[in-house]
């Protein structure tokens, strides 16, 4: 059975999925999802089509970080939820998804 990842590896590889992400999207943007009783405290990447990634991060402070390194804007969802592009991002892979297995 192979090891857990240490905690730098998860950073590293979480570091390395996001910056990729970054770095072949247009227009990306950060936004911080607040820990709730459920799920960890998060950040969702943006981009200008819609396309999102999600990744858990350790408090709001370090995503704030993240999305400095990264160089791009970051934002509290509980302040300006999310962007409609989201939803329409969303709206097309399901109706992808249904188009595939018809």
Do not use: C
């Not at 227009?27 to 990634?53: F, I, R």
């Amino acid at each position: 059975m192979p090891a857990e990842p240490s905690q730098k590896e998860v950073r590293e590889a979480t570091l390395a999925h996001l910056q990729e992400f970054t770095r072949t999207r247009v227009g990306v943007e950060a936004y911080v999802e607040p820990k709730t009783n459920v799920t960890p405290t998060t950040v969702m990447l943006v981009a200008t089509d819609g396309e999102w990634t999600r990744r858990r991060v350790p408090d709001v402070r370090a995503a704030a970080e993240l999305a400095q390194t990264l160089g791009i804007p970051v934002y509290d969802v509980q302040r300006t939820g999310y962007p409609q592009r989201v939803r329409d991002w969303n709206a097309r892979q399901r109706i992808e998804r249904r188009r595939a297995s018809s």
